[in-house]
C-alpha cells in the first residue's frame, strides 16, 4: 500500500458510541462494543469495531489543512465483546481514499479523481499478494457506511472478508467532508486463507490464449456469477477467468447487459 502512494496512520483504539453503530467492521456475526469502564473524553466512550473512524478523523483534520487529496491505511487491531462476554481483538486493514491520485515519476496529463475500480484494485493487490487472488469472489454489499450502487463485499466460502466502497452521499453529508472511498478487510481471516508456502512454476513451452465471450444476461445478474461456473468447470487448460467489458445500448433488450 505504501508502494501505491498511501501513507501508513496509526490512530488510538478509542472510539464514540455513534461511529460504532456507522462502521460496525468485519465481523463474522453480530458486533457488540467494548465499553470503556472509566473514558477520558465522551470521544473514547468504546473500543472501535473498524479502524475506519479514525481515518475519516484523520481525512477531516488534513481537509481541514487545505489538503486536496489524501489515501491512507491502518493496519492494526479492532475488538468486540464475544459470546460470552469476554474481549475479542482481530487484526483488520482498511484504508481511506479521496482525491485526485497523485501522479509521480514520467507520466504526464491530468490528475483524476479516484473511482470505485482504484479501490477495488488496491484490495485486488493484496489478495495478488497473498496468493489469493484467483480463491475469492465479490458480492453486493448493503451498508448504512456505503453508497448502495457502490459497494462490494469480499468473500470466501461465504464467509465475508472486507467490505469496499464510496461512503454514502448521507454520510458525507452528516460528517462535512467531500465524497471519499473505504476498504476494510479481516487481515487475520484472509492470513487462514493464504498458503503457507509460496510455489513457482516453469515457463509454458506456448504462448497463452485468449478467448472473448459476450454474454447477454439480465442487467442485476452477477458477473461474478459467471466467472464462478467457468471456474468450477475443472478445466485444466482455464488459467483465468475476467470481465473487460459491459455494453448497455440500443442493440441489447430492456433490462439487460452484455457481458464481455
Avoid at 456507522?22 to 472509566?38: F, K, Q, Y
Avoid at 493487490?125 to 448493503?142: A, F, K, N
Wanted: aromatic share 6%.
Amino acid at each position: 500500500l505504501a508502494g501505491e502512494g498511501l501513507v501508513e496512520v496509526v490512530n488510538l483504539p478509542f472510539t464514540t458510541e455513534k461511529r460504532n453503530r456507522l462502521c460496525a467492521g468485519v465481523w463474522d456475526g453480530g458486533a457488540s462494543p467494548v465499553e470503556i469502564l472509566n473514558p477520558l473524553a465522551k470521544e473514547s466512550a468504546e473500543m472501535r469495531l473498524s479502524l475506519i473512524p479514525g481515518l475519516i478523523e484523520n481525512l477531516r483534520l488534513n481537509l481541514a489543512q487545505q489538503t486536496e487529496s489524501f489515501c491512507a491505511y491502518h493496519l492494526g487491531k479492532a475488538f468486540r465483546l464475544g459470546r460470552d462476554g469476554s474481549p475479542e481483538e482481530r487484526q483488520f486493514l482498511s484504508g481511506i481514499l479521496h482525491g485526485p491520485r497523485a501522479r509521480k515519476g514520467l507520466r504526464t496529463g491530468s490528475e483524476s479523481s479516484l473511482t470505485f475500480l482504484d479501490c477495488k484494485g488496491l484490495v485486488e493487490g493484496i489478495l495478488d499478494l497473498l496468493r489469493m487472488g484467483e480463491t475469492v469472489g465479490w458480492s453486493r454489499e448493503s451498508s448504512a457506511l456505503l453508497h448502495p450502487g457502490r459497494a462490494a463485499a469480499l468473500i470466501r466460502d461465504r464467509k465475508k472478508l472486507g467490505t469496499l466502497g464510496q461512503v454514502h452521499p448521507e454520510v458525507c453529508d452528516a460528517l462535512g467532508v467531500p465524497p471519499f472511498l473505504v476498504f476494510e478487510l479481516d487481515f487475520d481471516g484472509l492470513l487462514q486463507y493464504a498458503p503457507r508456502r509460496i510455489t513457482a512454476r516453469s515457463l509454458p513451452r506456448f504462448p497463452s490464449v485468449e478467448r472473448d465471450f459476450a454474454i447477454v444476461v439480465e442487467r442485476e445478474f452477477l458477473s461474478q456469477q459467471i466467472i464462478s461456473w467457468i471456474k468450477n468447470r475443472g478445466e485444466a487448460l482455464i488459467e483465468s477467468v475476467e470481465v473487460f467489458d459491459q455494453y448497455v445500448g440500443s442493440t441489447i433488450p430492456a433490462g439487460k447487459k452484455s457481458l464481455a
